[in-house]
């Protein structure tokens, strides 16, 4: 959008709302204990107090339902509505100052964030201690720097021997393209440790380290996380720009939502009012947080990789697009479904479900629809994005056993494919296409250019893979047998075509 319009936009919405007047003024902090379950549910009754459902726009009313206690700003008609409605209620804290109600409830009584959370330079300086311990398993890549503080965006890439590059598949798990999402940063962190301390003392780990690359990216919105993490607002979720040209940043909703900034589908995902969460952005890839990750997507092609996110204990994968499923929806649903059943929610009574997203400007269409890897978003926790801290090693603990649902997927059944010329053995970018599979949905994929290889997860079976690249003749396998649980080799060498005079 136009500045000038940015700058209507904003005098605009301050004017209605000085008209309307009609504002509800909330200045009380009300804890409602053992909230009846049909209060609760989305659907739920609606008794005079109104429902308590937890929103994830919403920061207006309800802040947090976790395990039966509401957190909710109220007026005094809304309190005294909650007590004839016979709800347990106490008022936790009385302020003019809705920041101060929203910090209350969501960082807790200090009114500063539970230091059982990372804030980023400790998340940085610990992967530093690792990396200087133990650099044949941890190196750090620095893939980008933030839109408007540039700071670093870094990305750690772990192996058996992470000096050397190596030819096999590769993962990614990211988190906090949301910063008031930190369980993501958290649970990505838990994961490194678990890797370095595990190799060579687990058997599972070590299997992981010595057959994949896996890269993370603990933090990918990293100024929007220093405002949670420093103090400053819980609800900080966009990144920093100045989207006003003020001058001045971290007042509450500026920033653009850097899990709308990619550029598959870009203009239907997300909205042009910056005042609003879910705000996309000038133009694709406008912020550099996208770039980073777009920067490390080029740098090495991934197989599998997730998002993590909160909240709702759910598992979004790619997609459903007018009715339609992704080109690879067998595959990819198959393991959204794995990695779901693994995954206890916070009440241990079940676990996450699975639901396709849509194909629009967030990283998992973009890392499936661009780059063929099969991207999940894993929304972890529910009723709020900040946890109290006794619940944090939970979500943590349950998310790992999703981690190694998705790694045993890493390992097939799907073809190793390796493109190389006949004539000198280098490897080739060649087109790798399976016409019966991908659709004009999704972007053609290709052998990488360090070893020519492309990791390619598919269903047992027969498979028809026509390999092309310019200036070769193209080789047309018709019956690819992809056998049941490990990785199917197809080395394809191209001839050189032919040149007319
Ligand atoms: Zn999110």
Same mark, same amino acid.
């Given at each position: 959008?136009?500045?000038?319009?940015?700058?209507?936009?904003?005098?605009?919405?301050?004017?209605?709302?000085?008209?309307?007047?009609?504002?509800?003024?909330?200045?009380?902090?009300?804890?409602?204990?053992?909230?009846?379950?049909?209060?609760?549910?989305?659907?739920?009754?609606?008794?005079?107090?109104?429902?308590?459902?937890?929103?994830?726009?919403?920061?207006?009313?309800?802040?947090?339902? =976790?395990? @039966?206690?509401?957190?909710?700003? $109220?007026?005094? *008609?809304? #309190?005294?509505?909650?007590?004839?409605?016979?709800? %347990? +209620?106490?008022?936790?804290?009385?302020?003019?100052?809705?920041?101060?109600?929203?910090?209350?409830?969501?960082?807790?009584?200090?009114?500063?964030?539970?230091?059982?959370?990372?804030?980023?330079?400790?998340?940085?300086?610990?992967?530093?201690?690792?990396?200087?311990?133990?650099?044949?398993?941890?190196?750090?890549?620095?893939?980008?720097?933030?839109?408007?503080?540039?700071?670093?965006?870094?990305?750690?890439?772990?192996?058996?021997?992470?000096?050397?590059?190596?030819?096999?598949?590769?993962?990614?798990?990211?988190?906090?393209?949301?910063?008031?999402? =930190?369980? @993501?940063?958290?649970?990505?962190? $838990?994961?490194? *440790?678990? #890797?370095?301390?595990?190799?060579?003392?687990?058997? %599972? +780990?070590?299997?992981?380290?010595?057959?994949?690359?896996?890269?993370?990216?603990?933090?990918?919105?990293?100024?929007?996380?220093?405002?949670?993490?420093?103090?400053?607002?819980?609800?900080?979720?966009?990144?920093?720009?100045?989207?006003?040209?003020?001058?001045?940043?971290?007042?509450?909703?500026?920033?653009?939502?850097?899990?709308?900034?990619?550029?598959?589908?870009?203009?239907?995902?997300?909205?042009?009012?910056?005042?609003?969460?879910?705000?996309?952005?000038?133009?694709?890839?406008?912020?550099?947080?996208?770039?980073?990750?777009?920067?490390?997507?080029?740098?090495?092609?991934?197989?599998?990789?997730?998002?993590?996110?909160?909240?709702?204990?759910?598992?979004?994968?790619?997609?459903?697009?007018?009715?339609?499923?992704?080109?690879?929806?067998?595959?990819?649903?198959?393991?959204?479904?794995?990695?779901?059943?693994?995954?206890?929610?916070?009440?241990?009574?079940?676990?996450?479900?699975?639901?396709?997203?849509?194909?629009?400007?967030?990283?998992?269409?973009?890392?499936?629809?661009?780059?063929?890897?099969?991207?999940?978003?894993?929304?972890?926790?529910?009723?709020?994005?900040?946890?109290?801290?006794?619940?944090?090693?939970?979500?943590?603990?349950?998310?790992?056993?999703?981690?190694?649902?998705?790694?045993?997927?890493?390992?097939?059944?799907?073809?190793?494919?390796?493109?190389?010329?006949?004539?000198?053995?280098?490897?080739?970018?060649?087109?790798?296409?399976?016409?019966?599979?991908?659709?004009?949905?999704?972007?053609?994929?290709?052998?990488?250019?360090?070893?020519?290889?492309?990791?390619?997860?598919?269903?047992?079976?027969?498979?028809?893979?026509?390999?092309?690249?310019?200036?070769?003749?193209?080789?047309?396998?018709?019956?690819?047998?992809?056998?049941?649980?490990?990785?199917?080799?197809?080395?394809?060498?191209?001839?050189?075509?032919?040149?007319?005079?």
């Amino acid at each position: 959008m136009h500045l000038r319009k940015i700058l209507m936009a904003w005098s605009l919405f301050a004017v209605v709302k000085i008209i309307s007047g009609a504002e509800v003024v909330r200045p009380l902090l009300v804890e409602i204990r053992h909230a009846p379950e049909a209060l609760i549910a989305a659907d739920g009754v609606k008794a005079g107090s109104g429902r308590f459902s937890f929103d994830s726009y919403d920061r207006e009313r309800v802040l947090s339902v =976790v395990a @039966g206690n509401v957190l909710t700003l $109220a007026s005094r *008609e809304e #309190l005294a509505l909650m007590k004839q409605d016979g709800l %347990e +209620v106490v008022v936790v804290m009385e302020s003019e100052d809705k920041l101060t109600l929203i910090k209350r409830a969501l960082y807790g009584e200090k009114l500063q964030l539970d230091p059982i959370y990372h804030r980023y330079d400790q998340i940085v300086r610990r992967a530093d201690e690792l990396a200087k311990a133990y650099p044949e398993l941890i190196t750090r890549l620095q893939i980008g720097e933030t839109t408007q503080f540039h700071q670093p965006i870094y990305a750690f890439r772990l192996s058996n021997n992470v000096t050397r590059l190596q030819e096999r598949p590769a993962v990614l798990f990211d988190g906090c393209h949301h910063s008031d999402e =930190v369980m @993501g940063a958290e649970i990505v962190v $838990a994961l490194m *440790e678990k #890797l370095v301390a595990g190799y060579g003392h687990d058997h %599972e +780990v070590t299997g992981w380290m010595n057959s994949l690359e896996i890269y993370l990216v603990p933090v990918v919105n990293v100024d929007g996380h220093n405002v949670v993490t420093s103090g400053h607002d819980p609800r900080w979720r966009k990144n920093l720009r100045d989207v006003n040209s003020d001058g001045v940043t971290g007042i509450y909703p500026e920033g653009v939502d850097v899990n709308r900034g990619y550029d598959f589908n870009w203009a239907m995902g997300g909205t042009d009012d910056p005042l609003k969460a879910n705000y996309r952005g000038a133009h694709p890839f406008s912020e550099s947080e996208n770039c980073a990750m777009r920067h490390l997507a080029d740098a090495r092609q991934f197989l599998l990789s997730v998002s993590y996110h909160s909240q709702g204990e759910v598992i979004y994968y790619p997609w459903s697009w007018n009715g339609l499923p992704a080109p690879d929806d067998a595959v990819i649903k198959s393991i959204a479904t794995d990695v779901a059943a693994r995954i206890r929610t916070m009440s241990g009574s079940g676990t996450y479900a699975i639901a396709p997203g849509g194909p629009s400007s967030q990283s998992y269409p973009w890392f499936y629809g661009r780059r063929g890897d099969f991207d999940f978003i894993i929304e972890t926790g529910k009723g709020s994005h900040l946890f109290p801290p006794a619940e944090v090693p939970g979500i943590i603990a349950a998310n790992l056993e999703g981690v190694r649902a998705l790694l045993a997927h890493a390992a097939g059944p799907g073809l190793a494919v390796q493109v190389t010329d006949a004539n000198s053995g280098q490897p080739l970018v060649a087109e790798v296409w399976l016409p019966a599979i991908e659709n004009e949905m999704v972007d053609r994929r290709h052998s990488d250019a360090r070893f020519g290889r492309l990791w390619r997860l598919l269903k047992p079976g027969k498979h028809q893979v026509i390999v092309s690249c310019p200036g070769y003749r193209t080789v047309v396998v018709r019956d690819c047998l992809v056998g049941g649980n490990s990785w199917t080799p197809l080395k394809v060498e191209l001839i050189r075509a032919a040149t007319t005079p």
